[in-house]
Nanobody, 122 residues
Framework: VQLQASGGGLVQAGGSLRVSCAAS????????MGWFRQAPGKEREFVAA???????YYADSVKGRFTISRENAKNTVYLQMNSLKPEDTAVYYC?????????????????WGQGTQVTVSS
């Protein structure tokens, strides 16, 4: 599986942005898809995940502001980000894994995209 993230950019605090991740392969619908982010000098952290059946999970820091969704017909997962804050500034990575569980643990993901920069100005 190859993943290609896109849609990052510069936005003012309070604004919105949607990042996308397109996947290759015919088994996309079987994968749990996750979004992670990494700010300079910090570890990569879990943002959101969506299982093959559609169940979603969010980090507390983004709950109520971010929404993860998937469109299996297009092999694409989205992260809609609203009410953005300067602390959301990071490189956002999409990832895929086949096994269930541990959706918050980056070491459990099998495939990673290249990342897309999101910068939120104050």
């Amino acid at each position: 599986v190859q993943l290609q993230a896109s849609g990052g950019g510069l936005v003012q605090a309070g604004g919105s942005l949607r990042v996308s991740c397109a996947a290759s392969g015919r088994t996309f619908s079987s994968y749990t898809m996750g979004w992670f982010r990494q700010a300079p000098g910090k570890e990569r952290e879990f943002v959101a995940a969506i299982r093959s059946g559609g169940s979603t999970y969010y980090a507390d820091s983004v709950k109520g502001r971010f929404t993860i969704s998937r469109e299996n017909a297009k092999n694409t997962v989205y992260l809609q980000m609203n009410s953005l804050k300067p602390e959301d500034t990071a490189v956002y990575y999409c990832a895929a894994k086949y096994a269930a569980g541990s959706y918050y643990d980056p070491t459990r993901y099998d495939f990673w995209g290249q990342g897309t920069q999101v910068t939120v100005s104050s």
